[in-house]
T-cell receptor, first 116, second 113 residues
Framework: AQTVTQSQPEMSVQEAETVTLSCTYDTSESDYYLFWYKQPPSRQMILVIRQEAYKQQNATENRFSVNFQKAAKSFSLKISDSQLGDAAMYFCAYRSTTSGTYKYIFGTGTRLKVLA | EPEVTQTPSHQVTQMGQEVILRCVPISNHLYFYWYRQILGQKVEFLVSFYNNEISEKSEIFDDQFSVERPDGSNFTLKIRSTKLEDSAMYFC???????????FGPGTRLLVL
């Protein structure tokens, strides 16, 4: 069975600085999807970035980018020029590409604090 | 931008009572999901639903749980006889297709006393 691990329960970053959130996963599949979701306080989870495992190029979305290391089964999220609005819980998630299996497997989350 | 909505935002119930959690998925989405997060633990998959039937469920989703799409807009999770351990945040999600990104609602916090 697949697992997702986020080893940093909490991280802090100064406004305008860069922070990296870690995520590792375990799977025997060769093709899958990885996601980072952001959950602001009392709000729904919002997709930050998505990576298809078959793509070697790291996904980028404005100030958010990932470092996808397939062999190491690592999927870290880098937030550049951190803003106060980035403060949230960040969840890493895995989804299989096996037909009929669409569930997400989540990590435990990393709470990001942004310091002014 | 379309959003998934959930009602109520909070619910308190007595052990043994039935609760129904409601979700309105994004209108053109065909796949619906329920997840839950017990305080301090991972978000866990419960069930997925497509074409008016369950397409996948976890071992958590036992006979006390059921899902339904009673009309063209709502998607509900019923817990028949709540237990203390059912206290959690319940998230609804929807996606256009199973292979597409899931969009999550804000959650319902359920407290069973």
């Amino acid at each position: 069975a697949q697992t997702v691990t986020q080893s940093q329960p909490e991280m802090s970053v100064q406004e305008a600085e860069t922070v990296t959130l870690s995520c590792t996963y375990d799977t025997s599949e060769s093709d899958y999807y990885l996601f980072w979701y952001k959950q602001p306080p009392s709000r729904q989870m919002i997709l930050v970035i998505r990576q298809e495992a078959y793509k070697q190029q790291n996904a980028t979305e404005n100030r958010f980018s990932v470092n996808f290391q397939k062999a190491a089964k690592s999927f870290s999220l880098k937030i550049s020029d951190s803003q106060l609005g980035d403060a949230a819980m960040y969840f890493c998630a895995y989804r299989s590409t096996t037909s009929g299996t669409y569930k997400y497997i989540f990590g435990t989350g990393t709470r990001l604090k942004v310091l002014a | 931008e379309p959003e998934v909505t959930q009602t109520p935002s909070h619910q308190v119930t007595q052990m043994g009572q039935e609760v129904i959690l409601r979700c309105v998925p994004i209108s053109n989405h065909l796949y619906f999901y329920w997840y839950r997060q017990i305080l301090g633990q991972k978000v866990e998959f419960l069930v997925s639903f497509y074409n008016n039937e369950i397409s996948e469920k976890s071992e958590i989703f036992d006979d006390q749980f059921s899902v339904e799409r009673p009309d063209g807009s709502n998607f509900t999770l019923k817990i028949r006889s709540t237990k203390l351990e059912d206290s959690a945040m319940y998230f609804c999600a929807s996606s256009e297709w199973g292979t597409e990104t899931q969009y999550f609602g804000p959650g319902t916090r359920l407290l069973v006393l």
